[in-house]
């Protein structure tokens, strides 16, 4: 098996299902990225602030897999967001990364106080003339943001990564990001593991088609149309979160994992539009 692909509105394509690593440590990294590899994931979200471009980069390297096969995401931490330290904090992230050309460069947060995105933004639109990387994209953007860094440089971002699970489904912002033709793709997707896998619906459901919460999970992010990269350091859950491919959920569940909703009051990270 090998995950689908979406088409960003810059032509380019990305694996709807990729595996995350935040919060492991680099050497832990290099050896689950080689496990997720194994187990079918051909797409890795890291970010400079993990810590962990190193061992990313050495999973890459050991692994036999060509840069045609992969596809690496990497994201532009918020002390270096400036036209002129993004294109430095690039380098020392490609150097890390030890790629070539990078498929998926980031702006990790909008920052609005900071107020220095639409800059950043410009750096990221060099760096793609420049060939340094395929695709560029921004992470915890709201609709303000993504407006105005559009109306100022008229390059529409091909991806926002933003919380996004059951509790938390973002209803609005995936309707104005599709409006743009902008993929929205879900960070923290199975709730870090917490609550939502215990939830009585998902599990009914779970049930129903032999699968198990996190699957379950995972399979409605995909039939709603999202980027999705679950994280695990546990190898038999890092094959059990790429099999979740293989479940197929009918309209019913769908309805009823989206219904599980609870506004903002589901949000578990920090609020982009006031964290700074
Ligand atoms: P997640 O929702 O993917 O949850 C991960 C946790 O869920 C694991 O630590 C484990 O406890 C549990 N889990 C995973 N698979 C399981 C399984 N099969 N069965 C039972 N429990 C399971 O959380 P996350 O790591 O916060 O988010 C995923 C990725 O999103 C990160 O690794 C990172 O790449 C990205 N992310 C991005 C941002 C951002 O600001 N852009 C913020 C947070 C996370």
Redesign the pocket.
């Known amino acids: 098996t090998s995950s689908p692909t979406l088409t960003f509105n810059d032509g380019n394509t990305i694996p709807q299902l990729g595996y995350?690593?935040?919060?492991?440590e680099d050497d832990v990294a290099e050896k689950v990225v080689r496990q997720a590899f194994e187990a079918g994931f051909r797409h890795i979200?890291?970010?400079k602030i993990?810590g962990n471009e190193s061992g990313v980069g050495r999973a890459i390297a050991s692994s036999g897999l060509s840069a045609e096969e992969i596809f690496i995401t990497t994201?532009l931490w918020n002390a270096d967001q400036g036209y002129e330290s993004t294109l430095a904090a690039f380098e020392e992230s490609m150097d890390r990364l030890g790629l070539e050309t990078l498929d998926l460069y980031?702006i990790?947060?909008q920052q609005p106080k900071q107020d220095k995105f639409v800059d950043t933004w410009k750096a990221l639109i060099e760096l793609k003339k420049r060939g340094r990387v395929k695709s560029i994209g921004v992470?915890?953007f709201t609709v303000e943001g993504l407006q105005r860094i559009i109306d100022e440089t008229g390059v529409v971002p091909v991806i926002n990564?933003?919380?996004l699970?059951p509790f938390f489904n973002q209803a609005e912002l995936r309707a104005f990001n599709a409006s743009k033709g902008i993929l929205t793709q879900a960070?923290?997707?199975?709730?870090?593991?917490g609550e939502l896998?215990e939830n009585a619906t998902v599990g009914e459901i779970a049930a129903k088609h032999g699968a198990?919460?996190?699957?379950v999970v995972i399979a409605w992010h995909l039939a709603i149309g999202n980027v999705v990269?679950?994280?695990?350091?546990?190898e038999s859950?890092i094959q059990?979160?790429f099999a979740a491919l293989g479940v197929k959920l009918d309209d019913a569940d769908v309805e009823a994992i989206s219904g599980l909703d609870r506004g903002a009051e589901g949000r578990i990270?920090p609020d982009p539009a006031v964290s700074d």
């Open positions: 995350g690593v935040w919060q492991v979200d890291t970010a993990y994201k980031l990790h947060w992470s915890n990564q933003v919380e699970h960070w923290s997707p199975l709730g870090q593991g896998l198990t919460p996190a699957q990269i679950p994280k695990s350091v546990t859950r059990e979160n990270g």
